[in-house]
């Protein structure tokens, strides 16, 4: 059975950082791009980050480029997100997908002084 | 970036009832990149429907999806109590991926 657990998540000031971290089970992590997506309160989906299963290509919606960064770590089947210069605007569940197929249950960052 | 657009925003039915959903985008893509979630409260995002028309798997066959181009659609034959969450479209064919504002199908 597919799974994904997503930790890493919670409170940090504006400005701060955070690293989320997405642990993969029930598969071959290796062979399979992976996404990170958000959730503000109460709004719709939003994709964030995209990786490819080599990490050979990367790509980054407008609103967090320059700030967060996406890895992986295959020998370990985990997926990370890297966020600094946390705003408010940040705040929301984040989701690790395998390809949009296969979802974790998600983190909540919170960003709040 | 591809903006996709839903509607209705909102959509009121009974059970039993067909419900017709719609995503149209700013620009024409590949229909092989197009997919439908359902997401219910508290819950994670569901893949439905994949490159515009295959379900994903154990998803039911009342759930159908269509179109090409800018325009697609995402039909549920007859509405199932469970059926009732909110549905959103996603391209995947070019970065930024987008989701379109989602439908909340309730009773």
């Known amino acids: 059975e597919v799974q994904l657990v997503e930790s890493g998540g919670g409170l940090v000031q504006p400005g701060g950082s955070l690293r989320l971290s997405c642990e993969a089970s029930?598969?071959?992590?290796?062979?399979?791009?992976m996404n990170w997506v958000r959730q503000a309160p109460g709004k719709g989906l939003e994709w964030v980050s995209y990786?490819?299963?080599?990490?050979?290509?990367?790509y980054y919606a407008d609103s967090v480029k320059g700030r967060f960064t996406i890895s992986r770590d295959n020998a370990k089947n985990s997926l990370y997100l890297q966020m600094n210069s946390l705003r408010a605007e940040d705040t929301a569940v984040y989701y690790c997908?395998?390809?949009?197929?296969?979802w974790g249950q998600g983190t909540l960052v919170t960003v709040s002084s | 970036e591809i903006v996709l657009t839903q509607s209705p925003d909102t959509l009121c039915l009974s059970p039993g009832e067909r419900a017709t959903l719609s995503c149209r985008a700013s620009q024409s893509f590949s229909s092989n990149y197009l997919a439908w979630h359902q997401q219910k409260p508290g819950q994670a995002p569901r893949l439905l429907i994949y490159?515009?028309?295959n379900r994903a798997t154990g998803i039911p066959d009342r759930f159908s999806g269509s179109g090409s181009g800018t325009d697609f659609t995402l039909t549920i034959s007859r509405l199932e109590p469970e059926d009732f969450a909110v549905y959103y479209c996603?391209?995947?064919?070019?970065?930024?991926?987008?989701f379109g504002g989602g439908t909340k199908v309730e009773i």
């Open positions: 990786i490819t299963s080599d990490s050979s290509t990367i």
């Open positions: 996603l391209q995947y064919g070019s970065s930024p991926f987008t």
């Open positions: 997908a395998r390809e949009f197929g296969n």
């Open positions: 029930g598969f071959t992590f290796s062979s399979f791009k």
């Open positions: 490159a515009t028309s």
